[in-house]
């Protein structure tokens, strides 16, 4: 008895680091929309150019993905946990050195931290779930875990929009080293992780072995039609979760709404995600993959339409922060356009299409799906890309409004995977291992 009782008392340290580190993806990858204004203002870039630190970092994930599940089987759970957080302290304190750097080299230096952080986010979304999985004991406990670690994920990604939007406040033109305060806390969250973790016993996730060499795994995967799709749309999703507050956040920024209340406005889409992940997993068991991923994406699709179409003179009152004539912080009822809101409320749709695409595209798979999961981890690289292409569209229409027509087609290509492109047809296919 007492022997299982030290084993809980001993993992509770580890699974409050693993938490924490589930949140330091969202804090350290979240980070880079809202800097696009700050971008914007010091570097005088356009839109697209404002987005390519947001870009830098998802970019890691198709170079770092199937190298990290290499790392990871050859090392472990526990030093690729340790090396990504090295690498996470490394980026973060690079674009800590942007703010320090000559101001024909700070973009530069900056668009490198990014680079170098994504390396870290790859590595640290392949380890955390499921060491918390190992650590809450597997099963349903295990899988509580990760609910919270997923849940302490969305608040950081609510939370730090809104924070940068505090710190460069209503400054005439924002600079790097207004968001110094979000890079300290980054960099100790990494430092406290890195040495509690080096010096507390965690036990190894159990990986599944296969004699087959990861190539053919990969290989295999790719012949079935409906994951080579699934794996276009994780692709599009991510892209889609991530533009559409990016943008949100350069639209409002440059309207009278103002920087602060445009963060607080873009952290209510992640806060309204989280709402939507807890929705979600009270109703996972209930309905199935193929009718959440085509209802969500409906309703984001007619969201999407109605903040293209309706017009910004039209005002509603949402609450926010907001900062007065004399800088003071307050939070209130603030006025903003409309389409504001249909674009915040489609965080609810996004929350839950993760989970959904993955399941429906790796269904069938057999031993293939743990080569499909590390092509999947390459593909989030589309949060860098569709936003970027968003931002290009933003800059040659000069209207924020008609780059969410790139939302538009991604959320339709999402509604037509659920409906059509998720079918197996590809069931001749043997998923076993052979003796």
Known sequence: MN???????????????????????????????????VLKEQFGASNFQGLLGNMANFIAYAVMGIPGGILLQRVGYKKTALIAIVIGFVGVFTQFLSGHAPQTAAFGVYLLGAFIAGFSMCLLNIVVNPMLNTLGGGGN??????????????????FTPAFVGILIGETAKANIK????????AMGVFALVFF????????????????????????????????ILGAIAIFVYVGVEVGTPGILILW?????????????????????????????????????SKTMLATVSSI????????????????????????????????????VPINAMFIVIIGICTSIMWGSIFNLSVEGLGKFTPA??????????????????????????????????VIFIGLAYLLYYALIGSKNVNKDISTTDVE
Not at 263 to 274: C, E, H, I, P, Q
Not at 301 to 326: D, G, H, K, R
């Open 178 to 185: 207004d968001v110094f305060p979000v890079m300290y806390i």
């Open 300 to 335: 984001g699709i007619i969201l999407v339409l109605a903040a293209i179409l309706s017009p910004t003179t039209t005002q509603v009152a949402i609450p926010a922060l907001q900062t007065s004539a004399t800088g003071a912080l307050s939070f209130g009822m603030a006025q």
């Open 372 to 405: 499909a999961s590390g092509i999947f981890m390459t593909l989030v690289c589309g949060g860098g890309i569709l936003p970027g292409i968003q931002g290009a569209v933003a800059d040659l229409g000069n209207d924020y409004l008609v780059s969410y027509w």
């Open 141 to 158: 406990k295990g899988n509580q875990l990760i609910q919270v670690g997923g849940s302490f994920n969305s608040v950081m990604a609510t």
């Open 3 to 37: 022997t299982t009782t030290n084993q809980k008392s001993n993992r509770i340290v580890p699974i409050v680091m693993m938490i924490a580190l589930f949140g330091m993806i969202a804090f350290v990858t979240n980070l880079a929309a809202p800097m696009g204004q």
């Open 252 to 288: 409002l920024s440059d309207t009278p709404v103002g920087k602060t209340t445009a963060g607080f406005v873009a952290g209510t889409y992640w806060f309204l995600m989280l709402m939507g992940r807890l929705l979600g997993a009270s109703l996972g068991s209930k309905v199935s």
């Open 196 to 227: 509690v973790l080096l010096v507390v016993n965690i036990p190894e996730p159990h990986a599944t072995k296969t004699k087959e060499p990861l190539k053919n795994l990969m290989s295999g995967a790719m012949k079935f039609r409906h994951f």
